[in-house]
């Protein structure tokens, strides 16, 4: 894992908070995500951060695999939401749309998805998404 940016630090999923406030409080287990795109922000940062059990923990159970390994090389630059549909706090499911700038190798790229959360338990989880 990546060292995080610390409490004072900017938060990688660019929402303008630092990091303690924002994905950080969530990756250290001091709060769960209120909504579909507060989870799709953490779990950017947790990539960027290499943090697997974070992402692991998200996951939801009927799709999570058995193995996730991070790629150290791939450096995310940036997230940009595209779109959301559902997922406040009082939905069931909810899809983020999202566009995530990286480079890799010196070359550069978008992953562009549109994931699927669903909210059990009071817990919001990634289930699976549909590459753009």
């Excluded at 943090?51 to 799709?63: A, G, I, Q």
């Excluded at 995310?76 to 499911?93: C, F, H, K, Q």
């Amino acid at each position: 894992m990546r060292e995080d940016p610390g409490i004072a630090g900017n938060c990688a999923c660019l929402s303008g908070e630092v990091y303690g406030e924002c994905c950080g409080r969530f990756h250290s287990g001091g709060a769960d995500a209120a909504t579909a795109e507060q989870l799709m922000r953490s779990r950017y940062t947790a990539f960027v951060l290499l943090n697997v059990e974070y992402l692991r923990k998200t996951w939801h159970p009927s799709t999570v695999p058995a193995d996730l390994e991070l790629d150290p090389a791939m450096d995310w630059r940036r997230l940009d939401i595209v779109s959301t549909y559902r997922g406040g706090p009082l939905d069931a499911e909810g899809i983020v749309e999202f566009k995530a700038y990286f480079r890799h190798d010196g070359e550069r790229g978008v992953h562009h998805e549109t994931s699927r959360f669903v909210r059990e338990n009071r817990r919001w989880y990634y289930v699976d998404a549909v590459l753009a």
